[in-house]
């Protein structure tokens, strides 16, 4: 590891002007590109105490060897340079966009004499005009089956050209009518390529000239009583309204733009891009990378901008791009999509209409292709492989971690504090193992703290306590790792119990050989002396923080620092938030259920029918509390006993506080949680939207 002060130059060394910089490493390969507005401040920021840089950022300067730059005039020059060197020198610590598969595009080969319309991949050729990309080629070919009965423009390959020119005999879709056959002289050269640019202007979205011509001559040939040819001119028209059909209109007055969304965790982004010409959809496309430095979204958007348009030139570039957040700063970049495009470009974000809804749809977009990404990624056997060994190498362990648990709190506001245990073994979840924990404040028979309140070290301390008391109770009992369960109350779901659902014992007792907590020190340190009070010291423990992903092992002041495309971190980041989300998805459950108690769940021997029998004899929980214990006997099945002990609990019981109207400040006449009836004098079951309240209970 390079110490920075090694290789800084000194202030006065570094223009104070635009530029673009790049460090290198010690083989001099080039592992970061970057462009500034002024070189001499950017490079300072670099340049400052490691303990205030951004993760990302200091590994990549500890990672460099020296730094170097070239000035230029403007900062569009800027941007411009650093997209050649970065397209050139391909750098580690860079944002790559990588596209998961190679586009189809519909192109028509103007460069040649007899223009091609064909499906093309790869890089795009000077000379020939390209539409999409789209997401399969069968839809092209669709497409162009519909077009090339109003436009017959060749289809056929160089060798099959040739070989009909050599014959006099045209291919089968000169005879059937969607070729012109410029190959046998049908038509001119001047003439083909004359439908070729028609062709090309419909695919543009110039459709409603064409149409209209086509309307046009159908009537003319109906009024000189042509039928035949107004027939044919008649399927034409309903060929070319079905291709436009294929592309819905999204954006009702005909924009041209392109719709660029961005889905983001902390390690990866996607980008989704729709190109709609026309207000049609005519393309699509994404682009997934890793993190690998410190960026905001409007810094992936400049990079997306760079890569989408870095060699596009004229109409390529659209009139209009809009975006989920603007570059900073934004002024360079749309100066050089203007240039690109030889007029104006408008870069914005779309704040209402049709614009902002479209955006939405391709921000869900984006959002599907990072989960789809990660599906694939998780499920690949070599990559889990890899990063169990990068986790292990990291914490230092004798060997790859197969089995990791990980914990996490969850509460509101310090009530409902509960906690989940999630299970990934081989790098795979193991959701038959997950367990859940209500936090109690003691462990075994033991008050360790009062269980209320927002102090997640003493719980984490407490859930790791409960199930590693239960692992040493089963190793005690069979001598070994043993399969049955000594349930605990609150230990194994909302009801304990000593199986699972599917009937399987469950097993406390096999440990793991990592445990990872969601925090930082605190919460790895309570982990740690949890496990010293018990003996237990085979057991290695981590814990990441979530703010800058960093890795935290027990009695080091710094964290552990994973590079930020390593598979360990990204499956360590997957199995905290698992742990997360199953801890959350609990705690509203108890919540909920809290919100529907009601005082009559605590009365002994009252089962659900006779409470419901209640409600719907007096309406409400309110009548019911001002009712005597004759008028409760009254009630069938209900006898004095029974009402008595209703009476009573029904006195004990707070009664719920009055509901005020937020508009008005009116105090309504409010019915407690759970005990509602509608006009009909049926229960209304609890949870249900109180359209007084405006909200769910």
């Not at 890793?290 to 659209?318: F, I």
């Not at 203007?338 to 704040?351: D, F, K, M, W």
């Not at 089962?607 to 409760?632: C, D």
Request: aromatic share 6%; proline share 5%; glycine share 8%.
């Amino acid at each position: 590891m390079a110490d920075p002060s090694s290789y800084r130059p000194s202030p006065g060394q570094i223009p104070d002007s635009p530029g673009v910089y790049k460090f290198r490493d010690e083989h001099r390969r080039v592992i970061y590109v970057g462009k500034a507005k002024s070189l001499r401040q950017r490079l300072a920021n670099y340049f400052q105490d490691l303990a205030g840089l951004h993760p990302r950022t200091r590994s990549m300067v500890t990672t460099a060897a020296s730094v170097e730059w070239t000035v230029v005039s403007t900062e569009v020059e800027a941007l411009q340079l650093e997209y050649s060197w970065i397209k050139e020198f391909d750098p580690r610590f860079n944002v790559k966009y990588r596209d998961d598969k190679s586009y189809p595009y519909l192109a028509v080969t103007m460069n040649e004499q007899y223009p091609r319309v064909q499906v093309m991949r790869g890089h795009k050729k000077k000379g020939v005009r390209y539409f999409g990309p789209y997401a399969h080629a069968w839809a092209i070919r669709d497409t162009v089956d519909l077009l090339l009965r109003v436009f017959p423009v060749r289809t056929c390959s160089a060798g099959v050209f040739k070989n009909a020119a050599r014959t006099g005999r045209p291919c089968l879709l000169g005879y059937i009518g969607k070729c012109s056959a410029p190959c046998v002289d049908r038509v001119s050269a001047e003439d083909h390529r004359e439908l070729a640019e028609e062709f090309s202007d419909f695919m543009a979205g110039r459709t409603g000239t064409y149409i209209r011509r086509l309307e046009k001559q159908m009537t003319d040939a109906a009024e000189e009583m042509e039928y035949e040819r107004a027939a044919r001119l008649r399927d034409d028209i309903e060929a070319l309204k079905k291709a436009m059909e294929k592309n819905a209109v999204v954006l009702a007055d005909a924009t041209d733009a392109d719709l660029i969304a961005v889905a983001e965790d902390e390690l990866e982004a996607a980008v989704q891009i729709f190109h709609v010409r026309g207000g049609r959809v005519r393309g699509q496309r994404g682009w997934v990378t890793d993190k690998v430095e410190a960026v905001t979204t409007g810094d992936l958007v400049e990079h997306a901008l760079q890569q989408l348009y870095g060699e596009e030139t004229g109409d390529s570039v659209p009139k209009e791009v809009l975006v989920p957040a603007l570059p900073d700063p934004l002024e360079p970049v749309q100066e050089w999509l203007t240039q690109r495009r030889g007029a104006n470009v408008s870069l914005r974000i779309p704040q209402r209409g049709d614009k902002k809804a479209l955006m939405e749809t391709v921000a869900r977009n984006a959002q599907q292709s990072l989960v789809l990404h990660k599906t694939r990624r998780a499920s690949d056997l070599t990559t889990r492989s890899r990063a169990l060994e990068e986790i292990a190498e990291a914490l230092d362990l004798d060997s790859a971690p197969l089995r990791i648990e990980c914990y996490d709190i969850s509460h509101l506001q310090g009530d409902d504090v509960v906690a989940s245990m999630v299970v990934f073994e081989d790098g795979l979840a193991r959701k038959s193992e997950y367990r859940r924990f209500q936090i109690k404040g003691r462990v075994g028979d033991t008050q360790v703290w009062h269980g209320e309140g927002q102090d997640d070290v003493r719980s984490m301390h407490e859930v790791i306590a409960r199930r590693f008391r239960r692992y040493l109770a089963e190793k005690e009992k069979t001598g070994e790792w043993g399969e049955e369960d000594a349930a605990e109350s609150g230990d194994g779901g909302p009801t304990g119990g000593l199986k699972d659902d599917d009937g399987r014992p469950r097993r406390f007792a096999y440990p793991p050989q990592l445990v990872v907590v969601d925090g930082g020190q605190p919460q790895v340190a309570a982990a740690r002396r949890a496990l010293d009070e018990l003996g237990i010291d085979d057991i290695a423990v981590c814990g990441l923080a979530k703010r800058l992903e960093e890795v935290w092992v027990p009695g080091e002041d710094d964290p552990v620092v994973l590079p930020r495309t390593s598979e360990g971190l990204y499956l360590l980041q997957r199995v905290r938030d698992e742990a997360h989300r199953f801890a959350i998805t609990y705690q509203r459950t108890k919540r909920a259920k809290r919100f529907r108690a009601s005082p009559l769940d605590d009365v002994p021997g009252l089962g659900e029918a006779r409470k419901q029998a209640l409600l719907k004899h007096f309406g409400s929980l309110k009548k019911l509390r001002s009712a005597t214990i004759e008028q409760i006997c009254e009630v069938p099945g209900i006898g004095r006993k029974t009402a008595e002990t209703i009476a009573a609990a029904l006195a004990l019981a707070t009664p719920a506080a009055p509901a005020v109207n937020t508009a008005t400040g009116e105090i309504m006449e409010e019915e407690e949680p759970g005990t509602t009836a509608d006009p009909s004098g049926e229960p209304v079951a609890a949870g249900a939207p109180d359209r007084r309240r405006g909200q769910e209970t």
